[in-house]
């Protein structure tokens, strides 16, 4: 059971949009920089957005982070069959001391 | 070009113990915190331990708390984890990646190793 709550799977069709939810707690994502990855099968992680909202150098602007209280948000825009893959999010736990992630929610473009 | 390279992983008992290196290349290795993940089969991300660019400040997952050390030796741009008493669900890919150096967060890591994988054999 991750302390992140994720739903396990989205799906839409090429060209549409789709959101990934990232639900937590005020001792994770409320009060923390939420981060959003994404994982192609058989491949490592790969940072989509930091700090809640910021796309690292070449990350296309069709990936989106927002926050609201203690949920964030993934937004993916003209999808592709290239974006197919497990997306995480993530972020510090002050509780526990300790970084947390999402269970993943493996995206399908239909 | 960044390389963040793992090694040391392969079949142990449990009970036994493992060593994990992750060379770096680069980048300024001490100017960086780090981190591991976990990945065990078929199933998600799982933060590991992360250490500070000095070494000094540490922290870890509660399922490996007293079992596994996290260490570095900026002079060898080497990164490694000491695994001790190691269990069934320790089975995983193990991911080292370098804290992005533009964020505010301890979360959020940039560049990723290929991962290595360690099986423990009940």
């Known amino acids: 059971q991750s302390v992140l709550t994720q739903p396990p799977s989205v799906s839409a069709a090429p060209g549409q949009k789709v959101t990934i939810s990232c639900s937590g707690s005020?001792?994770?994502?409320?009060?923390?920089?939420v981060s959003w990855y994404q994982q192609l099968p058989g491949t490592a992680p790969k940072l989509l957005i930091y700090?809640?909202?910021k796309r690292p150098s070449g990350i296309p602007d069709r990936f989106s982070g927002s926050k609201s209280g203690t949920s964030a948000t993934l937004g993916i825009t003209g999808l592709q069959t290239g974006d197919e893959a497990d997306y995480y999010c993530?972020?510090?736990?002050?509780?526990?001391?300790?970084?947390?992630f999402g269970g993943g929610t493996k995206l399908t473009v239909l | 070009e960044v390389q963040l390279l793992e090694s040391g992983g392969g079949l142990v008992q449990a009970g036994g113990s493992l060593r994990l290196s992750c060379a770096v290349s680069?980048?300024?290795?001490?100017?960086?915190?780090m981190t591991w993940v976990r990945q065990a089969p078929g199933r998600g991300l799982e933060w590991v331990s992360f250490?500070?660019?000095?070494?000094?400040?540490?922290y870890y997952a509660d399922s490996v708390k007293g079992r596994f050390t996290i260490s570095r030796d900026n002079s060898k741009n080497t990164l490694y984890l000491q695994m001790n008493s190691l269990r069934a669900e320790d089975t995983a890919v193990y991911y080292c990646?370098?804290?992005?150096?533009?964020?505010?967060?301890?979360?959020?890591?940039?560049?990723w190793g290929q991962g290595t994988l360690v099986t423990v054999s009940s």
């Open positions: 990646a370098n804290r992005f150096q533009y964020s505010s967060s301890w979360t959020s890591f940039d560049h």
């Open positions: 680069g980048f300024t290795f001490s100017n960086y915190a």
């Open positions: 250490i500070s660019g000095s070494g000094d400040n540490t």
């Open positions: 005020s001792s994770n994502t409320e009060n923390n920089y």
């Open positions: 700090d809640n909202n």
């Open positions: 993530g972020t510090w736990d002050s509780s526990l001391s300790a970084g947390v």
